[in-house]
């Protein structure tokens, strides 16, 4: 979900006639050329999009396919994607921040069926089945994954050295250390949802797997059980009990009003010893650590603490999609650069030259030599986890659509004392349960 994209307009282009969806460009006496629009989000680490963009659209647009794709700057990209699309406008290849999200899109009719494309382009064998069949909405293919991705627990290792501190493996061990380093004047754990208010499911997707389990989890968006059972009660208990005690950035107020940029360059200069955050961060963090931050310190990560102590217990997701446009002129030409962007060569050169997360198509350890030891580390573990059946589930990719709104939105009522855990889960229960009868629940991979 969580991964937003970013971009610059950075082909050097005359531009020709703006049409709602698809535009046609003039340039070098080439008349009614197709230019693809992908409208990326401006926030976030810019010279990784520099990258991206620079390795996927720049060098697409080299093959002389008879048509360019354009990257074009849109602030808050998503909220202006689903509002343009849902006048009958926006950009050809519609970007969404995971599954959950695709849904009301595709019911509405504003996307367009890709099982043509996936039969006819090999997406059906380019894509892990699992991953692939997440963009599915009665029955019918309406968008393909972007990424793998999961939650860990990112520590500075600078800090921890310092202090004797060891990474936790228990929930217990971790509620123990947020003390310790609370008392050392430290932040226990960076984070801030200034710039994505969503990051708030961030927090409750964890604890649901770390606490009640991924079993628990399953059940209950099998419709098995409710998410009134005590289990889950526990995980919001606790997740509210540290939220309250200011073990999130110092305090509940500033954890509102602290923006990513903020929080990752408190962990990379030492001020917080540790953030449980997304895998979307993995090739990019160590932008805020060492000389080119300023400071001497080192990172590493270890998989989120649970109850158990169980290792490897990755929730597993989908970080965002890819669809195209119901409204487009050019579909044909959208699906061949989404065949191209996801490709094992164009991604391979991205996880290893952009730092970009690993995507659910089939990737060889050959594809990912000179990356990062810390980071094939991450694809390693993962890759043997969810082999093993050793995962759960992030809200974002297998909640639906209103469930998994009402997740980020009601929690805060709960963290300010406007709402029990209580009366939490019960909404909960009755938003899920209605949406789970009414067929709205994204596809559930069958657990091991």
Do not use: C
Not at 181 to 199: E, H, Q, S, T, Y
Not at 213 to 224: D, F, R
Request: net charge neutral; charged share 15%; no cysteine.
């Amino acid at each position: 979900m969580k991964k937003v994209y970013l971009a610059l307009v950075l082909f050097g282009l005359t531009l020709g006639l703006l049409f709602a969806n698809g535009t046609t460009e003039k340039s070098g006496g080439v008349a009614n050329q197709p230019v693809i629009e992908d409208w990326v989000d401006t926030t976030g680490n810019t010279q990784q999009a520099l990258q991206v963009i620079h390795l996927a659209y720049d060098s697409f647009n080299q093959l002389n396919k008879g048509f360019t794709v354009k990257a074009v700057q849109k602030p808050n990209a998503w909220d202006a994607i689903r509002t343009a699309v849902a006048g009958g406008g926006g950009p050809d290849i519609v970007f969404t921040p995971g599954p959950s999200f695709v849904f009301e899109m595709a019911q509405a009719g504003r996307l367009a069926p890709l099982d043509e494309y996936a039969a006819k382009l090999g997406w059906n064998k380019q894509f892990l089945p699992w991953a692939l069949s997440l963009g599915k909405v009665n029955g019918k293919l309406y968008s393909i994954p972007d990424e793998i991705e999961t939650m860990v627990l990112y520590y500075n290792k600078t800090v921890f050295e310092q202090h004797g501190w060891t990474p936790p493996k228990t929930m217990a061990e971790w509620t123990a250390l947020m003390q310790k380093v609370k008392a050392a004047g430290l932040i226990a754990n960076a984070a801030g949802n200034a710039d994505w208010r969503p990051a708030d499911e961030h927090y409750v997707t964890v604890f649901l797997n770390a606490v009640a389990g991924p079993q628990k989890v399953y059940e209950a968006l099998k419709g098995q059980i409710p998410w009134t059972d005590p289990a889950f009660a526990k995980s919001i208990d606790m997740l509210n009990n540290l939220m309250e005690n200011g073990y999130w950035q110092g305090e509940l107020s500033k954890y509102y009003t602290t923006k990513s940029d903020q929080f990752l360059a408190d962990l990379g200069s030492g001020k917080a010893a540790m953030m449980v955050s997304g895998t979307w961060w993995m090739g990019t963090i160590g932008n805020y650590f060492g000389q080119k931050a300023g400071n001497q310190n080192n990172w590493d990560w270890v998989a989120v603490p649970t109850v158990s102590g169980v290792p490897s217990n990755f929730p597993l997701g989908i970080g965002s999609t890819r669809s195209i446009n119901a409204n487009s002129k050019y579909k044909e030409q959208a699906a061949e650069f989404l065949t191209y962007f996801f490709s094992r060569q164009t991604q391979s050169i991205l996880m290893t030259k952009a730092g970009t997360e690993p995507p659910p198509i089939q990737i060889s350890s050959s594809d990912l030599a000179g990356l990062d030891p810390r980071y094939a580390r991450y694809v390693s573990e993962l890759s043997q986890a969810t082999a093993a059946g050793n995962y759960g589930y992030t809200t974002w990719t297998f909640w639906p659509p209103k469930s998994d709104a009402y997740i980020y939105d009601a929690i805060e009522k709960v963290w300010a004392k406007q709402q029990t855990t209580a009366q939490y889960l019960q909404g909960l229960q009755d938003q899920f349960s209605a949406e789970l009868k009414a067929g709205a629940a994204p596809p559930l991979p069958t657990r091991q």
